[in-house]
């Protein structure tokens, strides 16, 4: 592909390929470059580091991190749509933009580059929960997260314990990371505008992370917990033979979910596990 004189405008790139966003994909073009330079900018200093970026669509946020000087930024696109603009993005940067033409949900993305790497990304909507948890699982191979989310998923992964916000994704995502969010965003920012806010989600992964094992264990205990949060934990945790776990781990059982600590989860979780392993 000839390389043009100069790049076109991210919105006469549009027009040009004609790519309306889709609601079936959870597209939700963010085409302000001042707010894609402060999302990017969240990364830190990107010169030494990898990005991986998830639906990229038009290459808002790509072009933003490209001019950040990231090392290397690695678009996962399932949309054919929009790979004719990200390869015209890719022309002016050959050596750093790399599209990858697959779906976000069947791809370890870990595989795409070396370390350090961070994902850094205006998520789908429709499927940002699950990848959040995929990545949560891999922890330990990302140095940062900044991700994009409807504002209600953002607050539930920064929610503390006792709020209304607080359960099982709050959990998962403060066990293995230090949560926060850095950036709220108006329905007015994208293109066509949501029914909700945005927000993004600051996700800085802990030196330590728990081993596949006890991430699984973790995943059962809160999905237990918070399937019916209504009820006292020894008749959640029932399932999984609640009243042997609360009294291992000297939880009162008639507490609910939502007043227990990232701590005591934990604590449950390692006792769940030793509990499934059996007798040492």
Known sequence: M???????????SIRHHG???????????????????RIAALGGNLAKTHVIEVGPGPGGLTRALLDSNAQS?????????AWPLLEELQAH????LHIVRQDALRLDATQLTPAPRQIIANLPYNVATPLLVNWLRQAAQWSRMVLM????????ICAAPGSAAYGRLAVLAQWCAECSIALTLPPG??????????AVALIIPHAEQPAPALFKAMEQVTAAAFGQRRKMLRAA????????????????????AETLTIAEFDTLARCHLRQQQGPS
Not at 149 to 156: L, N, P, S
Not at 238 to 251: D, N, R, T, V, Y
């Open 2 to 12: 000839a390389v043009p004189t100069a790049l076109p405008s991210l919105r006469e």
């Open 19 to 37: 790519l309306d966003a889709l609601k079936s994909l959870g597209q939700h073009f963010l085409l302000d470059p001042t707010l894609c330079m």
């Open 73 to 81: 930024v690695h678009a996962v696109e399932i949309d054919r749509r």
């Open 93 to 96: 940067y050959p050596e750093q």
């Open 149 to 156: 989310f409807q504002k209600e998923v953002a607050e539930r």
């Open 189 to 198: 920012a994208f293109s066509p505008p949501p029914k909700v806010h945005s």
């Open 237 to 256: 945790l029932k399932p999984i033979k609640g009243s042997i776990l609360l009294e291992e781990a000297g939880i009162d059982p008639t507490r609910r």
